[in-house]
């Protein structure tokens, strides 16, 4: 269970831009989150994956409190989480090859040895060709830097998964196929999914529930637990 309670948090303390909000997802769940652009749904995804310390509140993934962000967490709560953002260009380091940017969480965990193998077939699992894995993020498009990205956010085997308005910058036919592929990794390792969007349709075929932002004021847990 993924456990966000009344969490406050922002960019300067004394006007935090999330505040009071509570959200619970139950092992296994899929919870989207919808709201007006602005009111916070990023800051929250980025503390749900331990990216960002909350100003107040408690953190709680899988019964083990998180007692700090980034590398204050735990390396063991750390790597429980993939974290896929909107724009794959902010979130690429422009130096590297598709392969190593898969890999690099690999690499960032002395598993280095294990790189070539996952990144074949999580190549495969995303659509991405061997032509492709050898570019740099400039010479692809958007939509295969995203599939990057997505293979990059599963290739340590999460039990959880933040999509931060994934599919915002892809067309259709790219934005259901790497939805396919997160709901394929569900389907066989149970992990749980956090979705933010604006796309009500979208995110209510995908999820087992959508939650409107106002919602979490209201300390409701969307999954029931
Ligand atoms: N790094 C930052 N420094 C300062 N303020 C920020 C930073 N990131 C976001 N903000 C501000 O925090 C508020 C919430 O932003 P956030 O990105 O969490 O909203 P959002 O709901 O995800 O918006 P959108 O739907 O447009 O992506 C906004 O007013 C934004 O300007």
Do not use: N
Not at 73 to 97: H, K, S
Request: glycine share 10%; charged share 25%; aromatic share 4%.
């Amino acid at each position: 269970m993924l456990e966000l309670s009344r969490i406050t948090a922002g960019y300067d303390p004394r006007r935090p831009v999330v505040r009071g909000v509570s959200l619970t997802i139950g092992a296994g769940s899929a919870v989207g989150l919808l709201g007006p652009s602005g009111c916070g749904k990023s800051t929250l995804a980025r503390v749900a994956a331990l990216l960002h310390r909350p100003d107040s509140g408690t953190v709680v993934v899988d019964g083990d409190p998180v007692r700090g962000a980034r590398h204050r967490a735990t390396r063991e709560q750390r790597t429980a989480f993939g974290v896929v953002f909107q724009q794959p260009r902010l979130a690429a380091d422009p130096r590297m090859r598709l392969t190593d940017l898969i890999a690099e969480p690999l690499r960032a965990t002395g598993r280095r040895d294990e790189a070539a193998g996952a990144v074949a077939a999580l190549a495969g699992r995303v659509g991405l060709s061997a032509e492709l894995l050898g570019r740099r993020p400039h010479e692809v498009s958007d939509g295969q830097l995203q599939r990057a990205c997505l293979a990059r956010a599963l290739v340590l085997r999460p039990r959880w998964l933040i999509c931060d308005e994934m599919t915002a910058m892809l067309d259709a036919s790219t934005a259901a196929a790497l939805v396919a592929v997160v709901e394929d990794y569900r389907a066989e390792s149970g992990a749980g999914l956090l979705a933010v969007g604006h796309d009500r349709v979208l995110l209510d075929r995908w999820c087992d529930e959508t939650v409107q932002w106002d919602e979490l004021r209201l300390e409701k847990s969307p999954s029931g637990v």
